[in-house]
């Protein structure tokens, strides 16, 4: 069931969805982990999304291009999702190790730049990759696009 996926692009909490659907939020986390719900619950549920109740039954929860969110994306954002992630779903875990990891190796080869000129111009190179990356990911929170949140 895709009730999380949908949850986060609504930007919505499960305390939020909870009380906007008027079930409880243990039932909201039930059904987020893949338990049964009651065709009430999914009512309930599908009215305050503003979806059907065949759309929270799906498995996979696709971006679909021609949608309005998708559309209200900046071009950038879909570029920079593209061609770095290979994927229209991204992963915050994923942007997180990129950003450590750039981070690490930029102080590294600035550190290394004290023998060598060369690295010092890469250590600065990776540390402005590594800012532009929290950049991307900051704009992501702020669009809620991530496909690996952890909202409880």
């Not at 981070?103 to 010092?120: D, Q, Y």
Request: hydrophobic share 45%; glycine share 6%.
């Amino acid at each position: 069931m895709i009730l999380k996926e949908l949850r986060i692009s609504c930007h919505i909490s499960q305390e939020q969805l909870a009380q906007m659907s008027g079930l409880n939020v243990r039932t909201i986390q039930r059904i987020e982990n893949g338990s049964n719900a009651s065709l009430e619950s999914l009512k309930c549920i599908a009215a305050v999304l503003e979806v059907d109740i065949s759309t929270l039954n799906q498995e996979k929860f696709m971006i679909d291009n021609s949608s309005d969110n998708w559309k209200n994306q900046p071009t950038w954002i879909k570029w920079w999702l593209l061609f770095n992630y290979c994927s229209f779903r991204p992963s915050r875990k994923a942007t997180t190790r990129g950003i450590a990891l750039t981070h690490t190796s930029g102080f590294l080869f600035c550190c290394m730049g004290i023998i060598n000129e060369g690295a010092l111009v890469g250590g600065l190179f990776m540390l402005l990759i590594a800012h532009f990356l929290t950049f991307l990911a900051w704009q992501s929170d702020n669009y809620g696009i991530w496909f690996d949140t952890d909202d409880t």
